[in-house]
């Protein structure tokens, strides 16, 4: 079983672990559960008025908090294959959908 704590977002770091979803006042999912954030995230977060995060106190059966980055950077290469799924092999949209997840990947660090 994790644990969880509650964190102010003004006080969450980098490379820190969701516990649970963050959703807005309206019940919308913002970030997902195992999410490991960004700086970007939390900015973003604190400019919606999220006040209170629940995030991973501790890992347990070797999980580390490499293994949740490693599994974010699958998930977002994942997430980009879908949505490149038509787009054909050309070089052009080789070149774009590796600009694009450079960039992705690159708030993930």
């Given at each position: 079983?994790?644990?969880?704590r509650a964190v102010?977002v003004d006080?969450?770091r980098a490379?820190?672990?969701?516990h649970?979803?963050?959703?807005?006042?309206a019940?919308?999912?913002?970030?997902?559960r195992?999410?490991?954030?960004d700086g970007?995230?939390?900015?973003?977060?604190?400019?919606?008025?999220v006040a209170t995060?629940?995030v991973v106190?501790?890992?347990?059966h070797g999980?580390?908090?490499?293994?949740?980055l490693?599994?974010e950077?699958a998930?977002v290469?994942a997430?980009?294959?879908?949505l490149?799924?038509h787009?054909?092999d050309?070089?052009?949209?080789?070149?774009?959908?590796l600009?694009?997840?450079?960039?992705r990947l690159a708030?993930?660090?």
């Amino acid at each position: 079983m994790t644990r969880f704590r509650a964190v102010p977002v003004d006080e969450a770091r980098a490379g820190t672990v969701l516990h649970d979803d963050v959703r807005d006042a309206a019940g919308n999912v913002l970030l997902a559960r195992a999410t490991v954030l960004d700086g970007a995230m939390l900015r973003a977060l604190a400019r919606r008025g999220v006040a209170t995060l629940l995030v991973v106190a501790d890992v347990h059966h070797g999980d580390t908090a490499q293994d949740h980055l490693a599994a974010e950077r699958a998930r977002v290469r994942a997430r980009l294959a879908y949505l490149c799924r038509h787009a054909g092999d050309g070089p052009a949209n080789g070149k774009l959908r590796l600009v694009v997840e450079q960039y992705r990947l690159a708030g993930l660090s």
